[in-house]
Nanobody, 122 residues
């Protein structure tokens, strides 16, 4: 069973940057699609960005296009979310997830990390 651990969250000012990491145990990481989701208080969880198993296909939500970049290093069993030009509305708990089916739906993911808090101050 693959386990995920996110890191890299924290408090940053508007316009700042953070780089989230998602470290996976086990050797199956490279066979899974990976997604980054976020959930703000009182809001539904939303997909922020996703990348397929070999990195050849990526997706970003309109709200983060041009600011967030998703990537992965299968040799190190680690995925990343580079977040630049952060805004207060980006404040949320960010989760990484792995799945094998639908790249752009939460239903396509069945392995989840515990989440990391990102807070952007105005």
């Amino acid at each position: 069973q693959v386990e995920l651990v996110e890191s890299g969250g924290g408090l940053v000012q508007t316009g700042g940057s953070l780089r989230l990491s998602c470290a996976a145990s086990g050797r199956a990481f490279s066979t899974y699609n990976m997604g980054w989701f976020r959930q703000a208080p009182g809001k539904e969880r939303e997909l922020v960005a996703a990348i397929n198993w070999d990195g050849g296909i990526t997706y970003r939500a309109d709200s983060v296009k041009g600011r967030f970049t998703i990537s992965r290093d299968n040799a190190k069993n680690t995925g990343f979310l580079q977040m630049d030009s952060l805004k207060p509305e980006d404040t949320a708990v960010y989760y990484c997830a792995l799945g094998s089916t639908n790249l752009v739906s939460s239903l396509g993911y069945n392995i989840w990390g515990q989440g990391t808090q990102v807070t952007v101050s105005s």
